[in-house]
């Protein structure tokens, strides 16, 4: 289904109602190559599909065999206390069907806090290799969430964390920091920080995935990387560039600015008297 995941990354996603930034793909993209190259398989799972917008580009990364798990409250609507989506499984399955099919699709509707690793790992027929956590956005369920992917997750495997800084949801950067900082020791530590997404693996594999992503980014005009830390971790950031952004990056664009901008403040200080004779 890979050659369908371009397709859906060029332009299907557009079609697809929900929140979620184009380049997040192209992330997933290297990932996947970078789990298959190892060997890494395993089920894909998300925690709050809404319509299926990223839940789609996981599952077309998918073989056939390999199970998907979309774990939603959908119409139980009294479950949402924070009001952070609304999900609708009517519109969820025809996106599915539209894009890919429901084949070895899972649909568990309910309180994902009520739901243990044993019976995850019943729906998936394994462990996780994808695991999107984009469901409430309290500090209590977040940190749930967390903890239900560490346990579910292979060897390699990478979870997907949705708004830990988005301003509009605090909650989520608090339950993450909880998580982070557990007595009992998380075991993922986090990699990669980009559009909207903050991106966990177990400690050993952080360099070479973070690795992967700014190899695969280098040279893209669109796309800048860099380096931070993160709750004591090291982490990549990708970040759009726009062409302000690559002009402010180059030394002769910057020099010419300086000497304008110089040469225009002499010019204003002689129109007004007060510079006298430039230098």
Known sequence: MERNFARYRAFGHRLVTGFLEPEVLLLLDVLNSAQRAK?????????????????????????????????????????NVDGSGHGDLAKFVNNVNLWSSMDDVVIQQGDSTKLLPEQLRELAGGDVRFFSVDGGHTAEIV???????????????????????NQQWPGVAVGTLRYLEDSGGARLAPFLIGFNKVFFTQPEHCGRYR??????????????????VFAGHDVGLVAPQGPVDLLRRSATVRSLYHRTYREMVRGLQVVSGRGGSAH
């Open 39 to 79: 060997q890494v398989t395993g089920a894909v799972a998300e925690i709050g599909v809404h319509h299926g917008k990223l839940f789609i580009g996981l599952r077309l990364l998918q073989r056939p065999g390999e199970k998907s798990v979309a774990i939603d409250i959908f119409g139980d609507q009294d479950l």
């Open 143 to 165: 940190r749930s969430d967390m903890k239900l992917a560490e346990t579910t997750l292979t060897d390699g495997g990478i979870v997907i964390a949705d708004d830990v800084f």
């Open 211 to 228: 690795a992967e992503v700014e190899s695969a980014v280098a040279g893209k005009l669109r796309l800048a990387t860099g380096a931070s």
